[in-house]
Structure formats: C-alpha cells, structure tokens
C-alpha cells in the first residue's frame, strides 16, 4: 500500500471514529432470495439511515453507522427476517414498536397486515398511509406484508389509526371514519383526516372518477384511494373535509340502466364558508335523460362552456355532473339542466 492510501485510510477511520461510527455484520436466518435481502437492506437505511450492503452469498447484511443506528437494526432485522407471515391473533400482536432516544422522529413502529392477498393492495394501503400521514421515513417488505414507519408520536399515532382503520377483511368497514390531528400539529390547518366510502361503484374506473370529482371540486391536495374496498382516504381542512363529507353520497349513485320519463332533481346546494373564495356555492346535478355517454358530455361541456365554471367534474355511469362556483353560476348551470335534460 502506498503512502498516500494509508494517509486515506488512517484519516476515514479516524474521522469514523471520531463520529461514534461502526460496522456490524449481520446474518439472514431466513431470507433467501436476493430481491427479499435487497428489499430489507433498503428498509433498513430508510428507517435506520445507516448504510446497509447485503451479500447474498453469504447471507450477511454489513452495516455502517453509529451504536444507535446498528441496535435499531438489529432490532429490525429480528423482526423482519421470518419465514412466513405471521398469523397473529389481533392488531396489537401484529404491531411492534421501537423507541429512539431523545424527541421529533423517535418512534419506531412494524405493522404486519393481515388482509391481503396480493402486493398490489399491500403498496396501494401503504402509500396511502404514508402520504396522508406525510411520514418522510416508511419502507415496505413485501414478503410479510410488513409496513415500517418512524415518526413523531402523533404521526405514527395517525399511522396506528389509518392501519387499523384499512386492514380489515373484505366487506368490513372501519368503526369510526374520522380522526382529528392536534390543532398546531399543521401549518395549513390540515388536521382532519376522514374516510369516505363508495357503495355504488362497480369499477375500479368508476370509483377513480368519483375521487377525482370530490378532489376537484374541494380542492383537496391529500387525496388517495384504495381500490379494492372502495374507499377514499381525504385529509384536510375540517372545512374541506365537511365538503366532501356531503359531496360523497350525492356522487354515489347507481348507473343509469334505463331512461327515466322523470327528471331527477339536482342536490341541494352546499354552501361552503370561505372569505376568500367566491366560488363557494357546489351543486351536483342528475341528467338521467342523457342517453349515452356521448349525449352527457355534450350537455355538461355546454354547461361548462356558458356558465364559466372552473371546478365542474362528471360521471359518467349515473349522468352526474358536480359544479362549484359562485350562486348566479350555480343558477345558471341549473336552469340549463332543465332545458336541455328533457325526454327524447
């Protein structure tokens, strides 16, 4: 070795040393595939933010960084390196937690989910709930179907509620569908958070235009949706989440299946308390003489055209139109309805 590369050497482990750094060589009992052990190596630099190199020959996990970073993942790996789901009896088995020292991101917590079937919906829950929760540190193992999180208390608290609240077996909805944040957890005031749910949905397209509907017209910025049990995960203002809260049942509705010789008459008019917002009137208006989809969209791009609405939204399977803007645009959308949704 040269005199210039033992200086490198001498000066990186030094300044290791100085900063309370290590390396730690951990062993998979259970892992296999070389995808799983990658997979676990990622979760533990996201959670722990030590660096974490496996060897998939030898089966080992090497380690970098400071005493409290490898005792965090020694305890991940314990919980992650299994040969098989665990079955447990409740939520409460099926969560396991980790404190840090000292306050902000300092909660650790693994949640093995129990009810589901496919990747698919394991990423589509988890992405919900780390971007509702905003969680900067969350990783996924597909393996277990475990979902691991660091945050502040009151995150991984949210966190808690959100899991129990989506985990559940097909057709069984949460007990409460609502959780309120501490008042100055927020800087926009988002501490709301609610579920709202669609009964009448019988694709996974007409479910997805629903959300975009209740996105569009409330402004909503923290919006996700989980496909297979029909559900909307909304986090915002109370104010917001009030609006969408009365917005959801008047967009549910069954798809059309004949043309009715009755015109239905359009919802009543929400009206949302904004000072700055002129346009705080919503409607959700019915055109169930529209014959095909083709006749529904004309009708609502005319709308859309004449009254000047910026927030109008439709769907298509029960010809529902939603519109929010201010009361004479409100009027006039609805005076238009009457005209041109009549029977052929």
């Known amino acids: 070795m040269n005199s210039k590369a033992a200086l490198f050497l001498t000066i990186a482990f030094s300044a290791s040393f100085a900063a309370g750094q290590t390396d730690r060589a951990l062993h998979f009992a259970h892992t296999e595939p070389a995808t799983s052990l990658n997979q676990i190596a990622t979760l533990i630099h996201v959670i722990t933010d030590a660096a974490a190199s496996p060897d998939e020959r030898q089966k080992t996990l090497t380690l ?5 970073q490898i005792a965090l993942a020694e305890w991940l790996l314990g919980e992650i390196d299994k040969p098989q789901i665990p ?23 693994v949640f093995f989910l129990l009810n589901f079937d496919t990747a698919q919906a394991f990423q589509e829950v988890a992405t919900a709930v780390r971007t509702t929760v905003d969680l900067r540190r969350a990783a996924t193992y597909n393996g277990l179907r475990a979902f691991v ?3 502040t208390p009151d995150q991984i608290a949210l966190t808690t509620w959100l899991i129990d609240a989506l985990d559940r077996p097909a057709g069984q909805r949460a007990v409460s569908r609502d ?13 709301a958070v609610r579920l709202l749910y669609a009964s009448n949905a019988a694709t996974v397209q007409d479910f997805q235009q629903i959300a975009t509907a209740v996105r569009t017209i409330t402004d909503i910025r923290r919006l996700f949706t989980y496909n297979a049990a029909r559900v909307i995960v909304a986090r915002s203002t109370p104010e917001q989440i009030a609006m969408a809260d009365w917005l959801m049942p008047q967009l549910d509705k069954p798809a059309v299946e004949k043309v009715s010789s009755t ?21 959700v208006l019915y055109l169930p003489q529209a014959e095909t989809i083709e006749d529904f969209q004309r009708i609502a791009t005319g709308i859309r055209t004449t009254t000047n609405v910026r927030r109008a939204f439709t769907y298509n399977a029960p010809r529902v139109m939603a519109v929010r803007g201010t009361i004479d645009q409100i009027a006039m959308a609805e005076r238009m309805v009457k005209e041109l949704d009549t029977p052929k």
């Open 64 to 68: 970098h960084g400071t005493q409290e």
């Open 87 to 109: 079955a447990p009896n409740n939520r409460e088995e099926a969560t396991h937690s980790y404190q840090l020292q000292g306050g902000g991101e300092n909660t650790v917590r």
């Open 149 to 151: 999180t660091r945050g």
């Open 179 to 191: 959780y309120r944040m501490p008042l100055n957890s927020d800087p926009h005031g988002e501490i």
């Open 263 to 283: 015109p239905v008459q359009s919802s009543g008019t929400y009206e949302y308390a904004s000072a700055s917002d002129r346009e705080n009137m919503v409607k």
